[in-house]
């Protein structure tokens, strides 16, 4: 809102997700989810710098323009790819002419709680719907890519389809404090 405000920037939101960016509803990590995880120092770190950033008050946007998925009227042939689950409207983008995905935080490429490395499922207590969560990964799987930008972690070279299968396998693997 402050940067909108500042400097008269368009904000732009998938639909399902207008609603979440004007504070109509807010869907976030609940405190008690890393309340229980307090015994890890990186849960500590990320809770101290989420409590000074300010996460538990975000500042609601005042004006969004809400977009639907595909194709969206911006330069470069951006591609809008609905992949719920994070948040109820949350989107990740295409650009297939350049072979890129940015995936935000449907797929991260590390786990912000415990900071291990690799292509991954956001924490279970980020996901306002896990199963969502999940399921988005197919439709993130079956887009051409060379290189992804994900939301948290390093930019990952390698097909989406590679870092999804390892997703699923991290997933499998994990104990609960890595979910």
């Not at 405190?31 to 975000?58: C, E, K, T, Y």
């Not at 940015?102 to 991260?108: I, Q, R, S, Y």
Request: proline share 7%; charged share 20%; glycine share 12%.
């Amino acid at each position: 809102e402050r940067f909108r405000t500042h400097h008269g920037a368009q904000v732009r939101a998938h639909q399902d997700e207008v609603g979440h960016a004007t504070g109509e509803y807010v869907e976030r990590v609940r405190i008690l989810d890393l309340l229980i995880r307090l015994w890890r120092p990186s849960v500590v770190a990320f809770a101290l710098n989420g409590v000074r950033m300010g996460f538990q008050r975000p500042t609601p946007v005042t004006d969004v323009m809400g977009f639907s998925d595909g194709p969206l009227d911006v330069p470069g042939g951006l591609v809008a790819v609905p992949t719920p689950g994070h948040t109820s409207g949350h989107c990740s983008f295409h650009l297939p002419a350049a072979g890129v995905v940015l995936t935000g935080d449907a797929l991260v490429n590390e786990n912000l709680l415990t900071g291990r490395p690799g292509p991954r499922l956001m924490p279970r207590i980020f996901s306002h719907d896990w199963q969502q969560a999940l399921a988005s990964l197919g439709g993130l799987a079956s887009l051409e890519s060379r290189v992804i930008l994900p939301g948290h972690g390093r930019a990952m070279k390698m097909p989406i389809e590679e870092a999804v299968a390892q997703a699923k396998d991290r997933l499998a693997k994990a104990g609960w404090w890595d979910r």
